[in-house]
């Protein structure tokens, strides 16, 4: 069907115009009509229009001047508004030939009616017409809007979809993958495909930044009108719809490429979620990799064949991602649901994590999800890589996603280069991904962790509590006993370096009591507490505690800080 709106000429054919003439800009009678207004003022400005406007004038308040009215003239060219109609008779008599000079040169019809006529009776049917034509298209949207995605659940979806957006809007279409080869509906001679296609990628080069969600890019190539329309989903764009044009794109085309652009990404993010499950099941080798259970080179190069000499000095991190659903609190979100949910992570992750040159080796199991990710040859660093990642999906899971119910954190292991010692990074991953409740942040590097290193291999043995207990165990048994909170003072006091200034104030408390509080310390732990050695072995004992118990400094006044 023909999606453009009505014209000037469409108008023409009414009723109420069959006394009107076109004295002026025949040659713009095809220019398309978006409202129609009565304007009796020569004192015009830019706010009063939007453009695509018929204005309706008898002259009442203009001056015969023809300079005034040439004047005005140019105003309306320059407001975009599409023609005017001129009641000749009491007010003006005749048109000036300067404006209709005027109105030929830029090809803007200019319309007079020789007998008198009721401006309400023309804005009334005009209106009415172009509200009508208005609810047509949108009926006629929402029937190919369902045809689109009928399409998608067919053989060759992709072709059929582009087929009937070219039939809907009758000009030009243009897939243009990101990988793959492009398809012209309807072909065209290889010449002109490819003048064109090298046009479209240059211009690509300056929508890096373009994503699904945004506006429509539109751009000239010589006297046609480009449109480029992403399509993909998650932050990622997989290809461009380019509609190709003799006129400026309409309201209709826009939204018709938008359908057909949303149709074709869950197209293929539908493939990508199959391809996804297939992955995922075909890499349960992942997860004897990262347990040690491979044990030589003849298992690894039978696994990952040609690949396997390509990277086997690949340097990579092994990433754990750790997945609550809130909903499974009130036990509303089905297993199905959540396993959904999960392989539509898994599959954020693969999409992120090879964006930014990491080749992404994945296995999931429940709630975790692990990721070996190595480092593919890129400009930028590594470990600044695995930042854009992880903040690339935390703005996604956000902003895209829009699930509230889903939250995560990850541990980062240290870079390795041989992949039999991936079970090292996988465990220190483990072990950064465990101080979530300690660090209150989603992403940790183990390599960031300082002395919590030694102390998270400690924690699930008796050493660790035998440690805190011979240098803590006095002071814990007092604050339990008697709530002296000497716990907070010491730690605060060694935090500002034997500041009593600075430990008081952050305590808010007065000098004296912090006084009284440090002779009870000494008394219980000994004099030397402020010794190099023993004041170490304080902050160790200390830290080591509140890793066992993250929230015991959280309720201290002033707020605490992790150390």
């Given at each position: 069907?023909?999606?453009?709106?009505?014209?000037?000429?469409?108008?023409?054919?009414?009723?109420?115009?069959?006394?009107?003439?076109?004295?002026?800009?025949?040659?713009?009678?095809?220019?398309?009509l978006?409202?129609?207004?009565?304007?009796?003022?020569?004192?015009i400005?830019?706010?009063?229009f939007?453009?695509?406007?018929?204005?309706?004038?008898?002259?009442?308040?203009?001056?015969?001047?023809?300079t005034?009215?040439?004047?005005y003239?140019q105003?309306?060219?320059?407001?975009?508004?599409?023609?005017?109609?001129i009641?000749?008779?009491?007010?003006?008599?005749?048109?000036?030939?300067?404006?209709?000079?005027?109105?030929?040169?830029?090809?803007?019809p200019?319309?007079?009616?020789?007998?008198?006529?009721?401006?309400?009776?023309i804005s009334?049917?005009?209106?009415?017409?172009?509200?009508?034509?208005?609810?047509?298209?949108l009926?006629d949207?929402?029937?190919?809007?369902?045809?689109?995605?009928?399409?998608?659940?067919t053989?060759?979806?992709?072709?059929?979809?582009?087929k009937l957006l070219?039939?809907f809007?009758?000009?030009?279409v243009?897939?243009?993958?990101?990988?793959?080869?492009?398809i012209?509906?309807?072909s065209?001679?290889?010449n002109?495909q490819?003048?064109l296609?090298?046009f479209?990628?240059?211009?690509?080069n300056?929508?890096?930044?373009?994503?699904?969600d945004?506006?429509?890019?539109q751009?000239?190539?010589?006297?046609?009108?480009?449109?480029f329309?992403?399509?993909g989903a998650?932050?990622?764009?997989?290809?461009?719809?380019?509609?190709?044009?003799?006129?400026?794109?309409?309201?209709?085309?826009?939204?018709?490429?938008?359908s057909?652009s949303?149709?074709i990404?869950?197209?293929?993010?539908?493939?990508?979620?199959?391809?996804?499950r297939?992955?995922?099941?075909?890499?349960?080798w992942?997860?004897?990799?990262?347990?040690n259970?491979?044990?030589?080179?003849?298992?690894f190069?039978?696994?990952?064949?040609?690949?396997?000499?390509?990277?086997?000095k690949t340097?990579y991190?092994v990433?754990?991602?750790?997945?609550?659903?809130?909903?499974?609190?009130?036990?509303?979100?089905?297993?199905?649901?959540?396993e959904?949910?999960?392989?539509?992570?898994?599959?954020?992750?693969?999409?992120?994590?090879?964006?930014?040159?990491?080749?992404?080796?994945i296995?999931?199991?429940?709630?975790?999800?692990?990721?070996?990710?190595?480092s593919?040859?890129s400009?930028?660093p590594l470990?600044?890589?695995?930042?854009?990642?992880?903040d690339?999906?935390?703005?996604?899971?956000?902003?895209?996603?829009?699930?509230?119910?889903?939250?995560?954190?990850m541990?980062?292991?240290?870079?390795?280069?041989d992949?039999?010692?991936?079970?090292?990074?996988?465990q220190?991953?483990?072990n950064?991904?465990?101080l979530?409740?300690?660090?209150?942040?989603?992403?940790?590097?183990y390599?960031?962790?300082?002395?919590?290193?030694?102390?998270?291999?400690?924690?699930?043995?008796?050493?660790?509590e035998?440690?805190?207990n011979?240098?803590?165990?006095?002071?814990?048994?007092e604050d339990?006993?008697?709530?002296?909170?000497?716990l907070?003072?010491?730690?605060?006091?060694l935090?500002?370096?034997?500041?009593?200034?600075?430990?008081?104030?952050h305590?808010?408390?007065v000098?004296?009591?912090?006084?009284y509080?440090?002779?009870?310390i000494?008394?219980?732990?000994?004099e030397?507490?402020?010794?190099?050695?023993?004041?170490l072995?304080?902050?160790?004992?200390?830290?080591?505690?509140?890793?066992?118990?993250?929230?015991?400094?959280?309720?201290?006044?002033g707020?605490?800080?992790?150390f």
């Open positions: 069907m023909n999606t453009d709106s009505i014209t000037v000429n469409d108008v023409l054919q009414r009723t109420l115009f069959r006394n009107a003439r076109v004295v002026g800009g025949k040659n713009g009678i095809n220019r398309r978006r409202w129609v207004h009565v304007l009796e003022n020569l004192n400005d830019k706010t009063m939007r453009g695509g406007e018929m204005i309706l004038t008898s002259g009442v308040g203009f001056q015969s001047e023809a005034l009215l040439v004047a003239l105003k309306l060219m320059e407001f975009n508004v599409v023609c005017l109609c009641e000749l008779g009491q007010y003006i008599q005749t048109i000036p030939d300067e404006m209709i000079e005027w109105a030929n040169r830029y090809h803007f200019l319309i007079v009616f020789t007998e008198k006529v009721r401006f309400v009776d009334h049917d005009i209106n009415s017409l172009l509200i009508n034509r208005h609810y047509e298209k009926q949207l929402e029937r190919v809007s369902r045809e689109f995605h009928r399409m998608t659940l053989s060759q979806g992709i072709n059929k979809v582009l070219y039939n809007t009758n000009v030009q243009l897939y243009l993958p990101i990988h793959g080869h492009p012209f509906v309807p065209l001679q290889a002109n490819q003048e296609l090298d479209c990628r240059e211009r690509l300056d929508l890096t930044a373009l994503i699904p945004q506006p429509t890019y751009c000239k190539f010589k006297d046609k009108t480009l449109l329309q992403p399509v998650m932050g990622q764009t997989w290809a461009y719809i380019v509609l190709i044009s003799d006129h400026e794109p309409n309201q209709y085309e826009y939204k018709v490429v938008d057909a949303i149709s990404s869950q197209d293929l993010l539908r493939k990508q979620y199959i391809e996804e297939k992955l995922l099941a075909e890499n349960v992942v997860d004897d990799l990262v347990h259970r491979i044990k030589n080179e003849d298992e190069r039978s696994i990952l064949g040609s690949s396997y000499l390509k990277h086997r340097p991190h990433c754990v991602i750790e997945i609550d659903h809130k909903d499974d609190l009130d036990h509303k979100t089905s297993a199905e649901a959540i959904t949910s999960q392989f539509h992570f898994s599959l954020l992750l693969r999409f992120t994590f090879e964006k930014n040159d990491f080749l992404p080796l296995t999931m199991k429940k709630n975790r999800i692990v990721v070996v990710a190595l593919l040859i400009p930028l470990k600044e890589r695995l930042q854009r990642v992880f690339s999906i935390q703005k996604i899971n956000e902003v895209d996603l829009k699930t509230g119910a889903l939250q995560y954190r541990g980062v292991g240290q870079s390795y280069i992949l039999k010692k991936a079970y090292l990074s996988y220190e991953a483990i950064a991904v465990s979530y409740s300690f660090y209150k942040k989603p992403i940790i590097y390599d960031e962790i300082g002395v919590l290193q030694l102390l998270t291999n400690l924690r699930e043995r008796k050493a660790l035998s440690f805190i011979s240098y803590l165990g006095p002071l814990i048994e339990q006993s008697k709530g002296s909170k000497l907070y003072t010491l730690k605060f006091y935090d500002f370096n034997g500041s009593k200034q600075l430990a008081a104030q305590l808010f408390i000098r004296q009591s912090l006084y509080r440090l002779e009870k000494r008394e219980l732990i000994g030397d507490f402020m010794s190099s050695e023993k004041r072995a304080l902050q160790v004992a200390l830290l080591g505690y509140q890793l066992l118990h993250p929230d015991i400094f959280s309720a201290t006044p707020g605490s800080e992790s």
